[in-house]
C-alpha cells in the first residue's frame, strides 16, 4: 500500500472524535480530512472529501450510522466504512453488516488495532472479530433456531471453492491468508469472494460473514460447524 490514506470521523461525543482523531494522525500515511458529530454531517464529509476510510459510530443523532453508511456506499462516495461500537449496540451490527460496513471495532480499541482496521478496510480485507460475530448471531440464532429460506437457497449456488473461501471469511481471514490456506493466489480468491458476494446478495465481507450463519452454513457451537 503507497499513499497517504484520507479518512473522515464521525461521533456525537466530542472526547471519543478527539481520542479517534488523534490516534489516527498519529500514522504518518494517514489524514483525517474531515470529522462529523452525526449521520448527516458525515453523509456531506464524504460527499465532500471523497475519503478512503469513514470510521463511523453507530448511534448518532439526526441520522444514525446506519442509514450514514447506506447513504454513503450507495452514493460512492468513500472505499469503506468501518463502525465502530460498544456492547451495548450489538443489536445493531447485523444491520449495519447489512448496510455495506466494512467492519467493526470497540471504542476501547487501542491505536495500533484502529490503524490495523482501517488499513484492512482500504485492502477490502476488512477486519471482522469473529468473536464479536460468532457471540451476536449466535443469541439471534438462539431466538430463532430457523435458518432463513432464501439465504439457503442462495448458499446453494455457491460452488465448493467459494463455500471453502466463505469458511475463511467467518474466521477473519484476509484474502492473503485465505491464500495460503487454500493453495490459491491472490488474484483468485478475491474473484471466489466477490461471487460469494453477488451471490449472498452481501454489501460487504462481514456482510457475507452473516450470510454463512443465517443461511445455515455455520451452525454456532460444537466449534462452529460448517453445514452442508
Given at each position: 500500500m503507497s499513499g497517504t490514506i484520507?479518512?473522515?470521523?464521525?461521533d456525537?461525543?466530542?472526547?471519543?472524535?478527539?481520542?479517534?482523531?488523534?490516534?489516527?494522525?498519529y500514522?504518518?500515511?494517514?489524514?483525517v480530512?474531515?470529522?462529523a458529530a452525526?449521520?448527516?454531517?458525515?453523509?456531506?464529509a464524504?460527499?465532500?472529501?471523497?475519503p478512503?476510510?469513514v470510521?463511523?459510530d453507530i448511534?448518532?443523532?439526526?441520522l444514525d450510522?446506519?442509514a450514514?453508511?447506506?447513504r454513503?456506499l450507495?452514493?460512492?462516495t468513500?472505499?469503506?466504512?468501518?463502525m465502530?461500537?460498544?456492547f451495548?449496540d450489538e443489536e445493531?451490527l447485523?444491520?449495519?453488516?447489512?448496510?455495506?460496513a466494512?467492519?467493526?471495532?470497540?471504542?476501547d480499541?487501542?491505536?495500533?488495532v484502529?490503524?490495523?482496521?482501517v488499513?484492512?478496510a482500504v485492502?477490502?480485507d476488512?477486519l471482522?472479530?469473529?468473536?464479536m460475530?460468532?457471540?451476536?448471531?449466535?443469541?439471534?440464532?438462539?431466538a430463532?433456531?430457523?435458518?432463513?429460506p432464501?439465504k439457503?437457497?442462495?448458499?446453494?449456488?455457491l460452488?465448493?471453492?467459494?463455500?471453502?473461501?466463505?469458511?475463511?471469511?467467518?474466521d477473519?481471514?484476509?484474502n492473503?491468508?485465505?491464500?495460503?490456506?487454500?493453495f490459491?493466489s491472490?488474484?483468485?480468491v478475491?474473484?471466489?469472494?466477490?461471487?460469494?458476494l453477488?451471490?449472498?446478495?452481501s454489501?460487504s465481507?462481514?456482510g457475507?460473514a452473516v450470510f454463512?450463519?443465517?443461511s445455515?452454513?455455520?451452525v454456532?457451537?460444537?466449534?462452529?460447524?460448517r453445514?452442508?
Open positions: 484520507t479518512i473522515v470521523v464521525a456525537d461525543q466530542p472526547v471519543i472524535l478527539f481520542g479517534i482523531r488523534a490516534m489516527l494522525e500514522e504518518t500515511d494517514f489524514t480530512v474531515a470529522t452525526n449521520g448527516r454531517l458525515a453523509v456531506e464524504a460527499a465532500e472529501h471523497r478512503d476510510v470510521v463511523m448511534r448518532m443523532p439526526e450510522g446506519i450514514a453508511t447506506r454513503i450507495d452514493a460512492q468513500a472505499g469503506a466504512v468501518l465502530i461500537t460498544t451495548d445493531y447485523l444491520d449495519s453488516a447489512r448496510a455495506g466494512s467492519g467493526f471495532l470497540l471504542k480499541a487501542g491505536a495500533d484502529l490503524a490495523a482496521a488499513r484492512s485492502r477490502g476488512a471482522i472479530d469473529p468473536a460475530t460468532r457471540g451476536l448471531l449466535q443469541r439471534r440464532i438462539d430463532t433456531r430457523v435458518s432463513d432464501v439457503t437457497a442462495q448458499l446453494d449456488t460452488t465448493e471453492r467459494e463455500r471453502d473461501v466463505l469458511a475463511a471469511l467467518v477473519g481471514l484476509s492473503l491468508e485465505i491464500a495460503g490456506r487454500l490459491m491472490e488474484g483468485t478475491k474473484s471466489h469472494v466477490s461471487a460469494i453477488a451471490k449472498s446478495e454489501r465481507r462481514v457475507a454463512a450463519y443465517e445455515g452454513f455455520v454456532p457451537g460444537e466449534g462452529d460447524r453445514g452442508a
